[in-house]
DNA sequence: CCAAAAGTGTTCATCGTACACCCATGT
DNA sequence: ACATGGGTGTACGATGAACACTTTTGG
């Protein structure tokens, strides 16, 4: 006790990377705001907040994403700490981010409305403060690492898709187009889908076939020693 | 500022796992040591130690393992930011995790007379203080994923080294056997290694050639694309 | 009947894996 | 001469990549 009482304490914040997909323009999309008070105020910012006393740091990156979104639930996984001295010209904070997946219909009215909030493309990202960008580029990073490894796309989508609307995706996390035939046939390789008695009309005259993700087959197969790999 | 000044702060620590390869008995090992102060006292423990002020926190763990090893120049990869309220009885702490990789020559001897630390094999790890075993749990899983996937086993071996050597150390990384012809088609075939002129003659009659692996050949590789990959 | 997206099979090159014998040398 | 670890080549199956046509249906 007396031992710990000799060290320095900081401000301990939580940054996140909220990612969405937008099947309307097929991209992938980050939250950001405008940051409402000073350093910086009115520039383009990540969502934060402070850790608080007695709360753990997951818990109080969830907490910030309610804060945001009104969503629980989610997708979550720490990124990386953020400790540089000068990182924060307003004072010394350290940073732990973390990055969330979301299906962006779930929310997308209050947030905007509360926050000013705004989807990006990642492909048009603006100047963020500090070291936020550097955030954006670490959790893009990590994400295509992810989506190739472990089956988390489907969190980025209803819980009902199509197999063209998956692909779609994924060709936005990768920036590049994939071959249909190879795509599908990979994916269903798995069986980890469940085929739904049930078509996609919006988007085509013929119809696709709705999917749904079947977590208890991936969590057999992950016992078994299977690895996802896209 | 006023507006960060409402909030919490913390003691901020950095702990780190140090692996080293024990050419010897064919082991991977994590440096543990005895802890000297209270809560805790004499329990086994990571090395660790506070963030100080206007210190970074990639450079707190630098300090961190040179007090220790008196090495620098080490691979040292943040892995995760521990950060449950109650993980330190004694007061609550945010710990930042390192890993490192060191070769278990270049130190050795210093560091078990000053500190009590001793060298012990992945497989045979005692109960560690507080989350410090879950710590090493994560940095050997992370060691795994970047060995098979970076050129960072060569970290933990002598600038020259031999094939069989390599080959032991990603045994003792993995826990499992390769085959020899496999193994050594595998990484010769990326062009990495450079074979000198000198053979290694302690642990056979015949000898095996001695290689060096090429900073400068990876580089190239890497700009044009390559992935390494065990 | 036409446009637009969904859906389907085959071929080929590449890569991972399994496997057994000879080589060099110190004692 | 023999024991010990170092070094080599081949055959087979699995996997990833390239590629073009048919199906459905709303208008």
Known sequence: ??????HEKFHVAVDSIIFSYDEGDRELKVLILKRNFQ???GNWSLMGGFLKNDEAVDDAAKRILHQLTGLSGVYMEQLYTFGEPDRDP???IISIAYFALI????SDLELVKNHGATWIPISAMPPLIFDHSDMVKRALKKLRIRARTQPIGFELLPDKFTIPQLQGLYEAIYNKTFDKRNFRRKLLSMNLLEKLEEKEKESSRKGAWYYRFDQKKYDDLLN???NFEL
Chains 1, 2 share one sequence.
């Open 224 to 226: 078994r020693g299977f």
């Open 103 to 106: 299906k962006i219909n779930a």
């Open 90 to 92: 307003g004072a010394r």
């Open 1 to 6: 006790m007396s031992y710990y009482q000799e």
């Open 39 to 41: 350093p910086a105020q």
